[in-house]
Structure formats: C-alpha cells, structure tokens
C-alpha cells in the first residue's frame, strides 16, 4: 500500500490565472491557511493573453447601466444563461473593475482621469439599441495588466504559492465531500497529498482539444478532467466559441477590441460584408454570428487570398497613432505572425477556437452544484469553481467579449468568499484520506511510466484534435456529430495507452503532457457527446438539421431544448437541468429571436 | 514553399542520468506555416520527447520560453528560424542554475523582483470610485508596466551574474520604477530607500544588454537612469 506525503490547509486552490489570483487574495486576507497550486509562475497563466477589456457599466464615457449589461450578457448567450448568475455578475462588476484599479492596475484613462472604455461586440446601450463603451481597458494588454496587477496584490498578501505543481486528481469521501487534491512537483515529480478543508477550481479552460486554438498549451482543461474522474458531471460543454480573429495559419488572437476601435472586416471583394449578417451591429456583433458570417463567406467563394481561406481584418483607414496608443499589442502580433503591419495592410483573420462556455457546474456563489439522483441540485461540501472552468452559467451558448475577465474578477471573489464563510463556519474534521482515492491516482500514473507497445501521446492528441476541429466546428453537421463520437471514444482507446520515453524524475514535461491529454480526452468527448445530443442551433452550436424556421427562430428550439446539458463521464450519460429565468431583483429578460 | 531541414545545437543536461551537459546535435524538418523557433522545438520534441524546455502562450506575452539563442537571450516563440544562423545553438539562460537541459531555477530572479515591493501603495482611503490619473500621468507606466517577467534581460547583465543575491537587476528595477512612476502610489521614498545601497540599484553600470535583448522593446536601463537621477534630486 504506497503511502504519500501529506501537507493540510485551511483551503487549496487549483490554478493561478485571474480567478485563481482573485479568489485566493480573498482567502490570504481572511487569514486561511492557503495553497495555490500552479503549472506555472502565476504571471504565465492564459489570462495574461486576454486582450481587449473587461466589461462594466462604469459609464465613464456615456450612460450606461448593469441591467442594460444583463440584457446583453442574457441575449449574447442565446438566453441558455441562468439569470440570477448573470444579475449578479453585472450588477457586481462596476465594484469589481474599481477594485482593480485601487489595487494597482494600469487601466488606460479618458482626458478627466476615468478609466477608458472602448465599445465591444454586443455591448448596447438601452436594451440591444445602439453600440456602448463598456469594455475597461489596458491598451490591447487587459489581461497582462490584469494578471500582474493581482499576482502583485497577492505578493502583498503574502500568499502561498507552489509553483510548477501539476494537480493529478482531487479527493473525496465515501459521502462524495471534497478533501484536496493530488499533486505532483513537476521539477522533482514528487507525489503529495493535499488536504484542504475546502477545495478551489481555478484552472481555465481546454481549448487545446482543438487543432487550431488560441489558447495557450497549459489550456488542458485539467479540473475538468479531475473533476469528471471524481464523478463530477461537466455542463454544457457543447457551447465553444469561436473567436472570429485569428490569425490565419498562426491561431494567435487579435482583439475583437480591434473592431471596437473601428476595424472593418472585409471579403475578398472588399466588401464590409457583416453588414449583410446585423445590419445594427455589423463589425460588433455577437462573436458567434461573426464567426458564423465569415465561414459563410469563405464556404461561398468569398475567400481571401490564394487558398481563398480567410478574410481581412481592416484598420489601415485608422490613425496610425490610434493603433499605436490603443492596439500596439495587436501591431506586434501582426507584424510577427502574420506579416503585415496593420497601419499598412489589413490583417488575415480566421474563426479560432478560444473559450469554453461550459464547464464544473456552480451556482453564482461559487459552490459546485450536482444533480443529487432524485430531481435536486445539491452543494458538493468543500468543492468550488470559478474562471472558465465553472459554469455558473453566465456565458449559456455563447459569451460576450469582456465578460470572461468579468466572470473570472466576480466569480474568484465568490467563490473565495463562499469557501471562507464554509471553513469558518463550523469546526471542519482533517478525516483520514481513503486509500482507494490515492492508488486512482498512483494507478494512473504507474500505468503510464510503464507502457510498453503503447501509443505516442503526440498521435494520440493530434488524432483527438484533428477529430475536435472536422467535426465539432463552427458549423456542426448531423452525420459528423455521429461519426465523431465514434471517432472520439477511439482515440480514448488511444488515450489509454499513453507511452513516454522519457522516465526522468526531473522536470519530466514528457510525462506532464501525457498526464494533461488524460484531461483534454474528458472535455473532448464532454463536447463531442453532448453536442451530437443538442439537436437544435443556439448560440455558438449550430447544426445543418436544425434551421431558421418561424417556430424556430435561428434554429432555436426553446421547447425542447431550453435547458443545460450535464454530461456524466461514467457511461457517458446525458441529463438536462432547467435553466434559470429568475434574475434575482428583476424581471426575467423574455425570451425573443436574436438579431444584432 | 517546401519543407526544410533546422539544424541545432542544444545543450542538454538531465540530473538524473548525465554526469554532466553535452551540446546535442540535431536536426527538424519543419513545414512552411512553422517559422518560430518554438514551433521547431515543439517537433523536436516530438522525435524525442526527453527535451525540456517551457512554453505557454507561444504569442510572446507569458514569458515562459526564454533561452539563449545563438549566444544572445530571447524568447523562442516570437524569434523567427529565418533569422538564425545555423545550426542554431541553444542553451539555458546564463548565469541561472539549469535543472534540466534548457530549463532554468528562476528562484533568485523572483526573489529580487518580491523585493521591491511590487504593488501599489497608496495610505490615502480608497475613493467610491476609480483613483484618478490623467492620460499624460498614466502614459508614465508605459514601458514599464508591460514587462513579461521572462528574465532575458536581468540574466543578460553581468552586474547580475556576479551578484544575483545583492543587485535587483534590469527586470526588478524596470518594476521599482513603475511603482515609483505610479502616481498612485504614496510611498516613492520608501522605494528609494529600498534600492539605497551600493549594490541593489548601483551595480548598474549601463552595459545595456538588458536593452538590446528584451523581447518586450522595454528599457531597463532608461528607468534605471531615472531612479538614479531620484535619489540624486533627493540628496540636494
């Protein structure tokens, strides 16, 4: 029977990005006893590659007000948002934008010393009538700023961090309650027990299960991955969005803040073709109609350049000085990866894979919530989630731009306070770890250090990526769906038989990486499954058998599909929950066909 | 529009099995769409996979893939092969303790970052609102706030080299001076006395190496010179 080295904490949490920043300044300044665990110093998180802004209805440039932010986020989603989430979140994030600035951050300013606002897709003033400055930012660099402005609040914190640890698996009790994690050092490949009273999810997104992504490499969805190994399902994990600027080719991200400032995009005739797709909004409609648009235009003949196979992104009848001032991240960008200074050439954008709407479920504080077998959704004692990993659900089928830092600023500070309040609250027992819970893990891990005959983690994960993009893209097709679920519970097989040369016990990034595609085969067939499931179009999921009729608007199907997928990883077994239409102080936001 | 064959140079040294580092010839056929040095070791790695190296965002903003590339520090995700004689040798950041072939122990250039306090500090109770900054007091932390803490510059600077325990370096003192440029932050005497010492912020000796790598275009030396000119304001 291995045993394990053991450390014990007030609470532990997972993944060191903006929620994991922000939730665990709460916890440092409530005087828990904290571990943060990251698979990289904090500042190299993907939150630090969030460009444009982070939403908020500060009003600092014309009125603006959080219902009307609400109405947005509510419409943005394809009305699959739990409204109560979304009441919070936007009526929270003026407060959590200021908070920000008084902890340092470096938010660009308007000529009276505001914080400068910059109009963003989806973002209107007046429920849905005309464009509004929400987006709060810094430069095209919000996400830097961001990240660095709250790793600094937490060096002032004095909080713990264990840097370069990769959490394996989390822990339970026979009663299903959550007592830490497993984590192994990567520079030592040291296994050590966890045990927190409360546990935090923090770890971001997985959208590397894609072959073309914007994310980073670390985005390998591995609290998704830990959580359904624990038997957590994972909600709504049809819904993707696809950013509609990325660098063609290169997958890097170019700001929607780029539109905001004025950029244009363009076909192969020049034409300003969105103002075919909303006639209202154009260039700053939601990202999922965007995206939508320019695969129709390229799927037409409408194509750029010589393989006809993107579109432009225009900016060159801006001030050079305005993208100097406003967009030199996005310059740099271009220059590097695609070749083109923007101030002289527009730039050759394609729809990206870039964020994950669904996620562990929680409600708006925070706290995971799952279905407890007879018709209830019940609170996991200890467990949390926030950042892109949760769904709370604010993003329902397709998020709004701005609203990720949004959500990661209110939800890390949350949950972080749902976590204190539950560690206060009553003297909580350090119960013995179950020693099955322990040889899960070391299992996992033996049986990849000792593949023999096995399958080389690169062909596994390029097989389960090139199946991701073919047939679980920006338009999704009846009999791809079905295929690729087969295709998918392959390269599971695949998965499964993992094998690395490299043994070394020192910073074994072969091993990491084998350990991390054990997470991404999760979300990928979360996505694949649940999406051949959902046999209607919403938001950034739209299907060829499900179209725009008058009883259903876009595809929309409200009758039958007005609620949450949750996917269980044991037999993968679907099952549904309402979503919820009651904002908490106001009126529901009816539902109606969605136009911009 | 072919594939070609990169040639490297790579140091490699694992604790666990080598005695001590060898350079490592090799070579990678990369595609016409792979023109990052990054995008070459990501297929190296996958003819063999003991490698190590970090990598994250792979768009030049996380910091994480810096190493020395042909004798001179950058970050390999935003250095184009094109530009690289070959073959192209790599090695760890100098003057860090390597853990493993191009992997580094950043512990004491964290450490010297911590210690200049990077944080705003402002005693005043915050405002209901935003602390006002004008647009031309804001434009003070640009080339400096953006600063990726990938080390390039401050393992580039023999100051820091020789005293890596004593000297902040080009990265700590580019902080120290967006903290003290801050026009939120009350406490600028408190972060010169900090660096008032013959080695934490005089060790400088403007050899600028930390200019001509940083992979960001930052200035260290420039912040470094206004810090001097502080402390020498306050002195008369």
């Not at chain 1, 910073?507 to 979300?523: G, Q």
Request: charged fraction near 25%; charge should be neutral.
């Amino acid at each position: 029977m291995a045993k394990l080295a053991k450390r014990t904490f007030d609470a532990v949490v997972v993944g060191a990005g903006g929620a994991g920043l922000r939730a665990a300044l709460q916890l440092s300044e409530a005087g828990l006893k904290t571990a943060v665990l990251s698979k990289v110093f904090p500042t190299r998180s993907h939150t630090v590659a969030a460009q444009g802004g982070v939403s908020a209805s500060l009003g600092n440039s014309e009125p603006d007000h959080w219902h009307w932010h609400m109405y947005d986020t509510v419409k943005g989603s394809d009305w699959l948002g739990d409204q109560d989430a979304i009441e919070f979140m936007c009526r929270a994030a003026p407060q959590a934008v200021i908070e920000l600035e008084h902890f340092g951050m470096p938010f660009d300013r308007n000529d009276d010393g505001t914080i400068y606002q910059r109009p963003f897709g989806g973002h209107m003033s007046n429920f849905g009538e005309k464009p509004v400055r929400r987006a709060c930012a810094a430069a095209d660099r919000t996400g830097h700023a961001m990240l660095h402005a709250l790793y600094q609040r937490n060096v002032r914190a004095n909080t713990q961090f264990f840097v370069e640890w990769m959490a394996l698996d989390m822990i339970r009790d026979a009663e299903g309650k959550v007592l830490g994690v497993i984590a192994m050092e990567m520079e030592t490949a040291e296994i050590v027990i966890f045990q927190a009273k409360a546990t935090l999810f923090a770890t971001g997104g997985a959208g590397r299960i894609y072959y073309s992504s914007t994310n980073a490499f670390i985005n390998t969805g591995d609290g998704l991955g830990m959580a359904a190994r624990a038997g957590i399902p994972l909600e709504d994990m049809e819904f993707w969005q696809f950013h509609p600027t990325g660098v063609a080719g290169a997958g890097v991200l170019i700001t929607e803040g780029v539109r905001g400032e004025g950029g244009i995009l363009r076909n192969a005739s020049g034409e300003r073709f969105m103002e075919r797709y909303a006639p209202v909004a154009k260039d700053l409609a939601s990202r999922d109609v965007v995206s939508r648009a320019m695969v129709t235009e390229i799927n037409e003949g409408r194509g750029c350049g010589a393989g006809k196979d993107h579109v432009l992104l225009d900016i060159t009848h801006l001030d050079p000085e305005v993208i100097k001032h406003r967009l030199p991240g996005i310059r740099e960008i271009s220059i590097k990866f695609a070749g083109v200074d923007p101030i002289k050439a527009p730039i050759p954008v394609v729809p990206t894979c870039h964020y994950q709407m669904g996620g562990i479920p929680t409600n708006y504080h925070g706290e995971v919530v799952v279905p407890d077998g007879a018709g209830n959704h019940v609170v996991v004692p200890g467990f949390y989630a926030a950042g892109e990993v949760a769904c709370a659900s604010v993003h329902g089928a397709n998020r709004l731009g701005t609203n990720s830092l949004l959500d990661l600023l209110v939800f890390g500070k949350s949950a972080g306070d749902s976590l204190i309040k539950y560690v206060k609250g009553e003297v909580r027992s350090m119960p013995e770890i179950p020693q099955s819970e322990i040889d899960r893990t070391l299992a996992r891990v033996d049986r990849l250090n000792n593949q023999t005959n096995g399958v080389e983690v690169n062909d596994a994960r390029l097989a389960m990526q090139r199946t991701m993009q073919a047939h679980c893209g920006v338009f999704r097709f009846k009999d791809m769906l079905k295929q690729g679920v087969e295709k998918i519970l392959e390269v599971e097989k695949m998965v499964q038989k993992t094998q690395i040369k490299d043994k070394s016990k020192v910073f074994n990034t072969a091993r990491i990486e084998a350990l991390e595609l054990d997470n991404l085969i999760e979300v990928a067939k979360a996505t694949m499954i649940s999406a051949e499931a959902r046999t209607e179009s919403r938001g950034a999921h739209v299907r060829d058998d499900a179209p725009d009729t008058p009883a259903t608007p876009n595809g929309r199907d409200d009758a039958n599909w007005l609620k949450h997928t949750l996917w269980h990883r044991e037999g993968n077994k679907l099952e549904y929950k309402p979503v919820n239409l009651t904002p908490l102080t106001v009126e529901t936001i009816e539902l109606k066909a969605r136009s911009y | 529009m072919t594939t070609q064959t990169v040639k490297f140079s790579i140091y490699r040294y694992d604790p666990d099995k080598d005695k001590k580092p060898y350079m490592q010839d090799i070579s990678v056929e990369v595609e016409p769409g792979e023109r990052k040095l990054l995008d070459a070791l990501v297929k190296l790695k996958v003819k063999d996979d003991t490698l190590s190296f970090r990598r994250s965002c792979r768009e030049g903003v996380c910091g994480s893939d810096a190493m020395n590339i042909n004798g001179k520090n950058g970050l390999a995700c935003i250095t184009d092969i094109d530009t690289l004689k070959q073959p192209i040798e790599l090695r760890p950041l100098p003057g860090m303790p390597v853990v493993r072939d191009l992997i580094v122990d950043m512990t004491q250039f964290f450490k010297q970052y911590h210690s200049i306090k990077p944080y705003v500090v402002n005693d005043t109770p915050p405002p209901e609102k935003e602390r006002l900054q004008s647009p031309e007091d804001r434009k003070e932390l640009d080339g400096l706030y953006e600063c990726i803490l990938c080390a390039c510059c401050s393992t580039s600077c023999p100051s820091f080299w020789w005293n890596p325990d004593k000297f902040v370096g080009p990265a700590g003192l580019l902080a120290a001076y967006r903290f003290i440029a801050d026009t939120r932050d009350t406490t600028i005497n408190e972060r010169l006395d900090n660096l008032e010492d013959p080695y934490r912020l005089f060790r400088c000796h403007t050899i600028m190496n930390c200019v001509d790598v940083c992979p960001k275009e930052l200035n260290p030396t420039k912040a470094i010179g206004k810090i001097k000119e502080l402390m020498i304001k306050r002195v008369a």
